[in-house]
Nanobody, 122 residues
């Protein structure tokens, strides 16, 4: 049974930083793409970042490019999202997801975590 558990969310002031973690279990994910999505109240879930199994290729939404960094540790089955220069509009529930084929579309990800709340105050 695949399980994804996010952690690291919280309340931070604008301009601050947070680091999210997502620990995966249930199988070996070293050959899978891993990603972060987010969903703000009243809005659809949106793509944030994804990283290939090798860790060499990462892709970001324009809204977070240059501020967020996705990384992974295959030995630990864990993906991270370092978030710097946070803005109030980054406030959302952040979800990690895993897929054989990485993409910007949430529909291609069959496995999801429960989410972690990130709140950025102005």
């Amino acid at each position: 049974q695949v399980q994804l558990v996010e952690s690291g969310g919280g309340l931070v002031q604008a301009g601050g930083s947070l680091r999210l973690s997502c620990a995966a279990s249930g199988r070996t994910f070293s050959s899978y793409a891993m990603a972060w999505f987010r969903q703000a109240p009243g809005k659809e879930r949106e793509f944030v970042a994804t990283i290939r199994w090798s860790g060499e290729n990462a892709y970001y939404a324009d809204s977070v490019q240059g501020r967020f960094t996705i990384s992974r540790d295959n030995a630990k089955n864990t993906v991270y999202l370092q978030m710097n220069s946070l803005k109030p509009e980054d406030t959302a529930v952040y979800y990690c997801a895993v897929s054989i084929v990485g993409s910007r579309s949430s529909s291609t990800y069959p496995y999801w975590g429960q989410g972690t709340q990130v709140t950025v105050s102005s």
